[in-house]
Nanobody, 128 residues
Framework: QVQLVESGGGLVQAGGSLRLSCAASGGTFSTYAMGWFRQAPGKEREFVAATSWSGLSTYYEESVKGRFTISRDNAKNTVHLQMNSLQPEDTAVYYC?????????????????????WGQGTQVTVSS
């Protein structure tokens, strides 16, 4: 059973930075496409960023382009989300997710239902 555990969330002032991490266990991490999603109160969970199984391809939701960077370390079974220039509208619970078909498809999903495993989430709060 694949387990994903997020960490690194917290409270930060607008303009600040946070680095989220997601540690994977119980599967073959290096073959998974990985994604980050977020869910604000009263809103649906939305796509933030994704990376291919190799880490060579990445994709970002428009509002975070140029501010967030997704990266992965297959040797350490981890994926990170570096978040800079944070704004109050970035406040949400952030989730990492794994697509076990990543290597076979060579792509990275954007839709929630294409991911097979999810972490429990980590809270990010940005104060104005």
């Amino acid at each position: 059973q694949v387990q994903l555990v997020e960490s690194g969330g917290g409270l930060v002032q607008a303009g600040g930075s946070l680095r989220l991490s997601c540690a994977a266990s119980g599967g073959t991490f290096s073959t998974y496409a990985m994604g980050w999603f977020r869910q604000a109160p009263g809103k649906e969970r939305e796509f933030v960023a994704a990376t291919s199984w190799s880490g060579l391809s990445t994709y970002y939701e428009e509002s975070v382009k140029g501010r967030f960077t997704i990266s992965r370390d297959n040797a350490k079974n981890t994926v990170h989300l570096q978040m800079n220039s944070l704004q109050p509208e970035d406040t949400a619970v952030y989730y990492c997710a794994a697509d076990e078909d990543g290597r076979s498809t060579g792509t990275y999903p954007i839709a929630r239902d294409e991911y097979d495993y999810w972490g429990q989430g980590t809270q990010v709060t940005v104060s104005s």
